[in-house]
C-alpha cells in the first residue's frame, strides 16, 4: 500500500513544446496548440484513476503576450472553445475549476465564461487548476503588497494570499520538452516540490506519462531539509 507522504495530492504542469510538435511536422503552431489542447482533456479526464486532487497547467503566462498576435488570438479562441466544450464534462465528472494570475484582465467574454465555470464547477472534488496571464514574480508581489496591508509580512501571511492559497501544497511539478527550468512558474509553492524534466513534447503528453511520473514520485524520498 502506497504510503500518504508518497502520494502526489497536487501536480504541476509546465506544458511545453506545441510549436517544436508543429514545426517537426511541417504544420502551423496553431495545429500544436490544438494538439496540446487534445492533450489537457485526455489528461483530465484520467484524473479520476489517479490519487491527483489537484492538477495545475501553465496555459498562458503574463510573458506570453510578446508573441505574435495572430498566434495569441488563436491561444485565446482555444480557450474559449475549450471552455465551452468541456465545461459540461468538468461538471458531470466533478472537476471544479480554479484560475491562477490576473486573469480578470483578459477579455471580457472571457472572463465572463470563466466565472461562470467557476461557480458551476464549484462543488467538484477534484481540481483542475489553470494558469492564465500568470508570472510566479508578480503573484508574490501581489502576495506582499496584501500581507502589508494586513500588518506585519511573513510567510504565512504572503502563503495566505497567493492565488493557490486554497490549493493543496505542491508535490510535484512537471516540465515537458527537455527544457529544464522553471519559467517564472509557481516559484514560491515549488520550494519543496519535486521535479520531473520530461523529454516528450506537450502534444504527445499521455495520461501513462502523468501515471509513471506518478510512480516515480513515490520513489523519492522527501527531506523538506532535513536529513
Known amino acids: 500500500m502506497t504510503t500518504p507522504d508518497k502520494v502526489a495530492r497536487h501536480v504541476a504542469i509546465i506544458m511545453d513544446g506545441n ?14 496548440h490544438r494538439k496540446g489542447v487534445d492533450a489537457v482533456r485526455e489528461l483530465v479526464r484520467s484524473l479520476k484513476d489517479t490519487p491527483v486532487e489537484c492538477l495545475t497547467l501553465y496555459a498562458f503566462s503574463s510573458e506570453n503576450w510578446k508573441r505574435p498576435e495572430e498566434e495569441v488570438d488563436d491561444l485565446m479562441n ?10 459540461p464534462e468538468f461538471i458531470a ?4 475549476l480554479h484560475i491562477l494570475g490576473d486573469w480578470r484582465a483578459l477579455a471580457p467574454d472571457i472572463v465572463a465564461m470563466l ?10 472534488t477534484r ?17 506582499a503588497r496584501k500581507a502589508a496591508a494586513e500588518g506585519e509580512i511573513d510567510e ?3 502563503e495566505r494570499h497567493l492565488f493557490s492559497a486554497e490549493l493543496p501544497p505542491l508535490d510535484l511539478l512537471i516540465r515537458t520538452s527537455g527544457e529544464v527550468r522553471l519559467s517564472n512558474f509557481l516559484l514560491w509553492q515549488a520550494a519543496y516540490a519535486e521535479m520531473l524534466f520530461l523529454d516528450v513534447l506537450w502534444p504527445d503528453f499521455t495520461p501513462d506519462h502523468l501515471k509513471q511520473a506518478l510512480a ?6 522527501r527531506r523538506f531539509g532535513g536529513r
Not at 19 to 31: E, I, Q, T, V, Y
Not at 93 to 96: L, W
Not at 115 to 124: F, L, M, R, V, Y
Not at 216 to 221: D, G, H, K, S, V
Open 19 to 32: 510549436g517544436r510538435w508543429a514545426k517537426r511536422r511541417h504544420l502551423p503552431r496553431a495545429m500544436g
Open 78 to 87: 482555444l480557450m474559449r472553445k475549450f471552455i465551452k466544450s468541456d465545461l
Open 93 to 96: 465528472n466533478d472537476v471544479r
Open 115 to 124: 466565472e461562470d465555470a467557476i461557480a458551476q464547477t464549484a462543488k467538484g
Open 127 to 143: 481540481t483542475l487548476a489553470v494558469a492564465l496571464n500568470y508570472g510566479a514574480h508578480a503573484e508574490i508581489v501581489h502576495a
Open 156 to 158: 504565512q501571511a504572503i
Open 216 to 221: 516515480e514520485f513515490a520513489e523519492r524520498e
